[in-house]
Nanobody
């Protein structure tokens, strides 16, 4: 069994900052790419940022220069530092991790339950 737990969402004013965390636990052999996705009301889920095990990153154009993704491989944790937040960043943010566990022969994607981020004055 693998569990993905997110934390750090909340309400923030435009221009403010939030830091999301996501920790994976359980029967994990190795974690490959980790990332953050979001779903705004009435829209499809979209990629926010991903980070490979070696540290290479990828960002959506809409968050470049404002958001920073990082990870701690020793803690099986990924972070998303969000600065200069805008109302259009309001969404449920989901953590994703591509994990090879001890119960399957190949890695699969695991998702967290989501954490709400609301940017409003």
């Amino acid at each position: 069994q693998v569990q993905i737990v997110e934390s750090g969402g909340g309400l923030v004013q435009p221009g403010g900052s939030l830091r999301l965390s996501c920790a994976a636990s359980g029967s994990i052999f190795s974690i490959y790419t980790m990332g953050w996705y979001r779903r705004a009301p009435g829209k499809q889920r979209e990629l926010v940022a991903t980070i490979a095990r070696g540290g290479s990153t990828r960002y959506a154009d809409s968050v470049k220069g404002r958001f920073t993704i990082s990870r701690d491989n020793a803690k099986n944790t990924v972070y998303l530092q969000m600065n200069s937040l805008k109302p259009e960043d309001t969404a449920v943010y989901y953590c994703n991790a591509n994990i090879l566990d001890f119960e399957r022969p190949s890695p699969r994607d695991y998702w967290g339950q989501g954490t709400q981020v609301t940017v409003s004055s």
